[in-house]
């Protein structure tokens, strides 16, 4: 299989239904070989068909085995800064949460090949999130893993709290109701808490 095919498969996606991502993921999950044009044509941000492989790659992720991203660390969170589509914002936020979460679990894939510029990556585009216009989806996601990336970092605990009390506190219930978990969770020093963000 080639990447022509995946994208026929990617255009012939109508909507995000998961019966559509979960067709196309499986056809990847089948040909191994087809995940790395799909990272490609994730950050290919020209092409509004990066939305639906943005889509597909958080199925995997997600629904299959997060651990397929592990050999594109470096190209997924190169990418993540430019990224426009709110739709393929949303997808890719997920995955940064679902990574930081692999690797604080101590999951060892994560912690072999999840370097230091990976994370630093995640943490900057995060902030960047966090301060743009973003959905709520994208939000949540980003303060989970800036939190518990904050347990690395220990500057970024309190540059999201400050986020947090002036700007996403004042946004919508649901930003406000994850902002405050996560205040209370650094106010507390409850780093271990993860269960608690979600």
């Known amino acids: 299989m080639s990447a022509d095919y995946l994208t026929s498969e990617l255009l ?41 492989a943005a889509w597909i790659l958080e199925w995997i992720c997600s629904h299959h085995d997060l651990h397929a991203i592990v050999p594109y660390l470096d190209e997924f969170t190169s990418g993540l800064k430019y990224l426009k589509f709110d739709s393929a914002i ?63 970092y220990d500057w970024v605990h309190p540059e999201l709290a400050y986020l947090i009390r002036t700007k996403i506190i004042h946004e919508s219930k649901g930003c406000k109701a994850r902002g405050k978990k996560v205040l209370e969770l650094i106010d507390t020093g409850n780093l271990d808490e993860r269960k608690k963000l979600s």
């Open 90 to 152: 949303r997808p890719c936020a997920k995955i940064c949460e679902h990574i930081t979460i692999a690797y604080f679990k101590e999951d060892e894939l994560f912690v072999k090949n999840l370097t230091d510029e990976h994370m630093q990556r995640i943490v900057e585009v995060g902030f960047d999130w966090l301060i743009t216009d973003q959905k709520i989806a994208v939000r949540a996601y980003t303060m989970s893993s800036l939190f518990l990336l904050g347990k690395k």
């Open 12 to 52: 012939n996606i109508e909507n995000a239904k998961r019966e559509n991502r979960q067709r196309v993921a499986n056809i990847v999950c089948k040909q191994k070989e087809l995940l790395e044009p799909l990272v490609k044509i994730t950050f290919d941000v020209s092409n509004k068909i990066s939305v639906k």
